[in-house]
């Protein structure tokens, strides 16, 4: 957005597309959407995922059908914002690990490691091993995205794991990304459906 500052200082200004899918707004409390996709009606419910907002998250989930469960791959190597010590990487599988064994332990996840156009740049200057001392593999996109995909999904210790787990390595600021991902929510979302009712 800084690159664009003399067209957003002009008077008369209107956003473009670029520059709403570039602006981030941080959850703070519950936010609910209700929307159409095909026939049918999808309550979408953002909670925030700073510490502070995680308690006001399961009053939300009753009769949840999946949960969409984004992480950011390239803060593998940042702090905690609310407390300076904690890799946001670990807490983010803490958290999944929550998700999977205690909240939801029988629905549907879509798990969005988000910001990978960052993380490929950023892991060849920062290595993964600094944050995962086990970490054999180059400080290259594939072997190390694939290493933390590996440990999300290894997250879920259910007897029959398969089909409840979706991974999917996105940039949300990619719009025909965005469109192929998006597909491919709806499809997992009308198993997840189908499941629920015993149609699958």
Same mark, same amino acid.
């Given at each position: 957005?800084?690159?664009?500052? $003399? @067209? =957003?200082?002009?008077?008369?200004?209107?956003?473009?597309?670029? $520059?709403?899918? !570039?602006?981030?707004?941080?959850?703070? %409390?519950?936010?609910?959407?209700?929307?159409?996709?095909?026939?049918?009606?999808?309550?979408?419910?953002?909670?925030?995922?700073?510490?502070?907002?995680?308690?006001?998250?399961?009053?939300?989930?009753?009769?949840?059908?999946?949960? =969409?469960?984004?992480?950011?791959?390239?803060?593998? $190597?940042?702090? +905690?914002?609310? *407390?300076?010590?904690? &890799?946001?990487?670990?807490?983010?599988?803490? =958290?999944?690990?929550?998700?999977?064994?205690?909240?939801?332990?029988?629905?549907?996840?879509?798990?969005?490691? &988000?910001? #990978? *156009?960052?993380?490929?740049?950023?892991?060849?200057?920062?290595?993964?091993?600094?944050?995962?001392?086990?970490?054999? %593999?180059? *400080?290259?996109?594939?072997?190390?995205? *694939?290493? =933390?995909?590996?440990?999300?999904? #290894?997250?879920?210790?259910?007897?029959?794991?398969?089909? @409840?787990?979706?991974? !999917?390595?996105?940039?949300?600021? $990619?719009?025909? !990304?965005?469109?192929?991902?998006?597909?491919?929510?709806?499809?997992? +979302?009308? #198993?997840?459906?189908?499941?629920?009712?015993?149609?699958?």
């Amino acid at each position: 957005m800084l690159d664009n500052v $003399d @067209r =957003i200082a002009t008077p008369g200004y209107m956003p473009t597309q670029e $520059d709403v899918i !570039h602006t981030r707004v941080r959850t703070t %409390g519950v936010i609910e959407t209700t929307f159409e996709m095909g026939k049918k009606k999808v309550r979408l419910v953002d909670v925030g995922g700073q510490r502070a907002e995680r308690r006001k998250w399961m009053g939300c989930f009753e009769d949840v059908t999946a949960v =969409i469960f984004c992480v950011a791959l390239s803060e593998y $190597d940042l702090k +905690l914002a609310e *407390d300076g010590t904690t &890799n946001r990487m670990q807490e983010s599988l803490k =958290i999944f690990d929550e998700l999977c064994q205690k909240w939801f332990k029988n629905t549907t996840i879509i798990l969005f490691l &988000n910001k #990978k *156009d960052l993380f490929e740049k950023k892991i060849l200057v920062s290595p993964l091993k600094a944050t995962f001392p086990e970490y054999t %593999g180059a *400080d290259e996109f594939t072997p190390a995205s *694939d290493f =933390i995909k590996d440990k999300f999904l #290894k997250q879920d210790k259910q007897e029959n794991p398969e089909g @409840r787990i979706y991974p !999917h390595l996105t940039c949300a600021t $990619d719009t025909n !990304h965005v469109k192929v991902v998006f597909d491919a929510v709806k499809e997992t +979302l009308l #198993k997840a459906a189908l499941k629920s009712v015993g149609l699958m």
